[in-house]
């Protein structure tokens, strides 16, 4: 077996079975009109005046309509000590690209529930909750028309900058978070955003991502396959993680 039929047998099996997969479960899945879809809480977070703790979290959902099939939405929810709401970051191709508040802090996105990409409370949130702030308004690609569906940069792409700057929060977005890899510094090569490894990226299209926090990843074309070096598992376009 030549060298080209295996790297063509791995493509097929990495990347075109998973969004095929998950090609199949959305059109099984699929009903109404996603506009008109469930945006209500899905009962992530306790009623912020309940906690008078700091509060940090990073949510991410299946996105809207058929592009739920390969990609997910991420957000950014903060609360400082001794506040009684919570507050949310959203970076979107609506309007100015930050949205504060626009959508309810743990709220479904278009009918699709979110999952906890990572959650910190207390003393470790209330040191992150600055930096986060500032990292916000400081984002380069805040001026309306900087939005980016793909490769970037997108709502995953703003998440993943704000990760970056609180390297503390040791987490990685999901392979569906298509727009993660975008370049948001510049650079092509540099350290992950968790600071436990490098990344090699090529405006977005393709990279390689190598780390502690990140696994070993493979981005071609955004759809990122690879291996959870930290929690034993696989990473596959379209499908997530799949753990051991």
Do not use: C
């Amino acid at each position: 077996m030549t060298l080209i039929r295996i790297a063509l047998l791995a493509f097929v099996a990495l990347f075109v079975v998973p969004i095929a997969i998950s090609a199949t479960l959305y059109w099984l899945r699929a009903s109404g009109d996603w506009r008109l879809a469930d945006r209500s809480s899905a009962g992530l977070l306790p009623p912020a005046e309940a906690v008078p703790g700091a509060v940090v979290r990073i949510f991410s959902a299946r996105t809207v309509s058929w592009r739920g099939i390969v990609a997910t939405h991420s957000w950014i929810v903060i609360k400082g000590r001794g506040e009684r709401a919570y507050r949310r970051f959203d970076y979107t191709a609506w309007g100015q690209p930050i949205w504060i508040d626009r959508f309810v802090p743990d709220g479904r996105w278009f009918g699709n529930p979110p999952e906890t990409v990572f959650a910190a409370d207390g003393p470790e949130a209330e040191a992150m909750v600055p930096r986060i702030r500032k990292a916000v308004a400081e984002y380069r690609y805040a001026r309306p028309g900087d939005y980016v569906v793909w490769p970037g940069p997108n709502s995953n792409t703003f998440v993943a900058a704000i990760m970056a700057a609180v390297p503390e929060i040791r987490a990685s977005l999901p392979t569906t978070a298509i727009g993660k890899d975008f370049p948001y510094d510049g650079r092509w090569i540099g350290w992950t955003p968790s600071g436990t490894g490098i990344r090699i990226n090529f405006g977005g299209y393709a990279g390689l991502t190598v780390g502690w926090v990140e696994g070993l990843e493979l981005n071609l074309l955004g759809g990122v396959a690879g291996i959870d070096l930290r929690r034993p598992g696989i990473k596959l376009p379209a499908l997530g993680r799949l753990g051991i």
